[in-house]
């Protein structure tokens, strides 16, 4: 199974800040990956797929970059809504695998 | 407005069977690969089963390969995932997505999850 390297692990941001996140594959994936946010309670909300699209209804400070085996989740302004863990997911082949994810807190 | 809904969820002993039920509207159902995936409480996400629009593919996780068998019932627009065998580690919330992003793939569409508890 692809393994999906997720980082940080955590981090602490203030409101307006730019947040980086990173997912790294254990093998080239194109750019068949996802960037999912899950607040506290609820489901997961997809917010990027094919490595850079953004999902209809996602707010443009949202972006999405990489192929292959390095990606990038950007959070431009981070707004206070944006406090939450996200996860990447490889949709290359089966299994799908997701990143352990990145908590995002407030600093 | 796509919703999909959970039900089945509940407690189980170790060992036991469950199944789980998602019951799908505001699309066309027929027309979408679905998903399963799961959340151990406090833990992460982890996929757990595809099933192809029509039903002819499917495939599974190794952890729950040979124990969980995803389904489809499309004429009540419902996906199914029969549980056996059941281990604490089963335990989680597991929440149904509907598969697809234009040409490629995704989970596009997410139910509020149903939480399994296996336990004696």
């Known amino acids: 199974a692809i393994q999906m390297t997720q980082s940080p692990s955590s981090l602490s941001a203030s409101v307006g800040d730019r947040v980086t996140i990173t997912c790294r594959a254990s093998?080239?994936?194109?750019?068949?990956l996802g960037w999912y946010q899950q607040k506290p309670g609820e489901a997961p909300n997809l917010l990027i797929y094919?490595?850079?699209t953004l999902q209809s209804g996602v707010p443009s400070r949202f972006s999405g970059s990489g192929s292959g085996t390095d990606f990038t989740l950007t959070i431009n302004s981070l707004q206070p809504e944006d406090f939450a863990t996200y996860y990447c997911l490889q949709d290359y082949n089966f299994p799908w695998t997701f990143g352990q994810g990145t908590r995002v807190e407030v600093k | 407005e796509v919703q999909l809904v959970e039900s089945g969820g509940g407690l189980v002993q170790p060992g036991g069977s469950l199944r789980l039920s998602c019951a799908a509207s505001?699309?066309?159902?027929?027309?979408?690969?679905m998903h399963w995936v799961r959340q151990a409480p406090g833990k992460g996400l982890v996929w757990v089963s595809w099933i192809r629009s029509g039903g002819s593919g499917k495939t599974y996780a190794d952890s729950v390969k040979d124990r969980l068998t995803i389904s489809r019932d499309d004429a009540k627009n419902t996906l199914y995932l029969q549980m056996n065998s059941l281990t604490d580690e089963d335990s989680a919330i597991y929440y149904c997505?509907?598969?697809?992003?234009?040409?490629?793939?995704?989970?596009?569409?997410w139910g509020q999850g149903i939480l399994v508890t296996v336990s004696s």
């Open positions: 997505a509907r598969g697809g992003c234009s040409a490629t793939s995704c989970l596009a569409d």
């Open positions: 093998q080239a994936i194109d750019n068949d």
């Open positions: 094919a490595a850079s």
């Open positions: 505001g699309f066309n159902f027929r027309g979408y690969d």
